[in-house]
């Protein structure tokens, strides 16, 4: 196989992200890390040198990896994994599949919430854009970032997901609409800063022509 990334340094971001409600209780999301891990395995099967921050997904890990796994559970953790991975480590790119939650509750209860209850209200606060801070800890990284939206034909998604690779100074972008991902298959677009679209068709497809065009800009 060509080693197209040979020694390259490629972080890599997967997996869902856990939001903590109380001590005993979490928000998360249903995705499971399976692309992100895909993405990995590749890269390093073309050469690169791999890290793969994981979030608590669905991935079964065999311990024959041949790429470094850091695991993280809550949004502080990827935010902190992250800025010290970018700012103290030299990475040609990162790719930043992971889950990140756009909202978490006011506060966190510090006991467990009291079962009986006709009911109760869980206030919500937007999180900052952690894709949005990686150009700032190096300008010089490539950034994959990832969209997905629900209920969007192709032109919709493509335009949503272009605007959004603007906003956070990203390379390409994987844009994903909800109900074209599954199990079998995962229609996907990866678009560039000239909006050049490469349409796939499956998790490997994805992760195969992803990672050629990253071999064509690093």
């Known amino acids: 196989m060509n080693k197209i990334l040979n020694k390259k340094k490629i972080l890599i971001t997967a997996g869902p992200v856990w939001v903590s409600i109380d ?20 890269a390093r099967s073309l050469g690169a040198e791999v890290v793969l921050l994981m ?19 809550s949004f502080e953790d990827i935010h902190k994994l992250l800025k010290k991975e970018i700012s103290s480590k030299k990475y040609d790119a990162v790719i930043h599949s992971a889950a990140i939650p756009d909202y978490i509750p006011n506060k966190s ?39 997905l939206e629900v209920g969007k034909f192709e032109k919709e998604l493509i335009d949503i997901a272009y605007k959004a690779l603007l906003q956070s100074r990203a390379d390409f972008i994987v844009a994903n609409e909800f109900s074209e991902v599954n199990n079998k298959r995962h229609i996907a677009y990866i678009i560039n800063n000239n909006k050049d679209i490469i349409r796939c068709v499956s998790k490997t497809s994805i992760a195969r022509k992803l990672l050629k065009n990253i071999s064509n800009n690093i």
Do not use: C
Not at 55 to 68: A, D, H, I, Q, W
Not at 124 to 136: A, S
């Open 23 to 42: 001590k005993v209780r979490i928000m998360t999301n249903i995705f499971g890390g399976a692309l992100g891990y895909e993405i990995a395995k590749q």
């Open 55 to 73: 979030g608590p997904g669905r991935v079964y890990f065999t311990g024959k990896e041949k790429f470094k796994v850091i695991k993280f559970k």
């Open 109 to 147: 209860h510090k006991g467990k919430i009291k079962s009986g209850k006709n009911n109760f209200t869980i206030k919500f606060k937007p999180t900052f854009k952690i894709v949005d801070r990686i150009k700032k800890w190096d300008s010089k990284i490539l950034l994959v970032k990832f969209k």
